[in-house]
């Protein structure tokens, strides 16, 4: 039973979790162009620029910390999205799959929020948010209504044993 639609809402949970890592979360540029920092999924970068932002031969790495574990939670969240499509047939351990994602998409979005508030202040300019930082967000909105569309078949399925 792959065709329902909490299936469809799954898939757009793995989708969302690995475009999270496609994109970086948030930016911030100095006022004169001279330095850009990035946060990804795996690392934060800080590069002093020379003044020209398209051209990357004279870019300097400044600071570079690894954040590799926002990327293995997304990952994790995306794996455990594409096992639960595949247990229809088990709806309560689908269920509970779907709190595990949860709770890991929660701690991809706090840990991200965590590092953007400390990461801030590297550079004087203005920060801003990414659609990286997003993904996880919309994630969690798909990921809770797989889970009451699972919830409403096994309320269904329980109400037609209890006919027989």
Same mark, same amino acid.
């Given at each position: 039973m &792959?065709?329902?639609?909490? #299936?469809? %809402?799954? =898939?757009?949970v793995?989708?969302?979790?690995?475009?999270?890592? !496609?994109?970086?979360?948030?930016?911030?540029?100095?006022?004169?162009?001279s330095?850009?920092?990035?946060?990804?999924?795996?690392k934060?970068?800080?590069v002093?620029?020379a003044?020209t932002?398209?051209?990357?031969?004279?870019?300097?790495?400044?600071?570079?910390d690894g954040?590799?574990?926002?990327?293995?939670?997304?990952?994790?969240?995306? &794996?455990?999205?594409?096992? #639960?499509? %595949?247990? =229809?047939?088990?709806?309560?351990?689908?269920?509970?799959l779907? !709190?595990?994602n949860?709770?890991?998409?929660?701690?991809?979005?706090?840990?991200?929020?965590?590092?953007?508030?400390?990461?801030?202040?590297?550079?004087?300019?203005?920060?801003?948010i990414?659609?990286?930082?997003?993904?996880?967000?919309g994630?969690m909105?798909?990921?809770i209504?797989?889970?009451?569309?699972?919830?409403?078949?096994?309320?269904?399925?329980?109400?037609?044993d209890?006919?027989?």
């Open positions: &792959i065709q329902r639609i909490q #299936s469809l %809402f799954l =898939f757009g793995a989708f969302l979790m690995g475009l999270t890592n !496609a994109y970086y979360m948030w930016g911030e540029m100095s006022a004169d162009q330095t850009v920092a990035t946060l990804t999924t795996f934060m970068k800080v002093e620029t003044g932002v398209s051209d990357l031969t004279d870019d300097t790495i400044i600071r570079e954040t590799w574990y926002i990327g293995a939670l997304t990952i994790l969240a995306s &794996i455990i999205a594409l096992v #639960s499509i %595949f247990q =229809f047939k088990n709806r309560l351990n689908q269920m509970k779907g !709190a595990l949860a709770l890991i998409m929660a701690a991809v979005l706090g840990l991200s929020y965590y590092k953007i508030y400390q990461f801030e202040g590297l550079i004087d300019g203005t920060g801003q990414s659609f990286g930082f997003y993904c996880p967000a994630a909105l798909l990921n209504m797989a889970n009451r569309f699972i919830r409403k078949d096994e309320k269904l399925v329980k109400s037609v209890r006919i027989r």
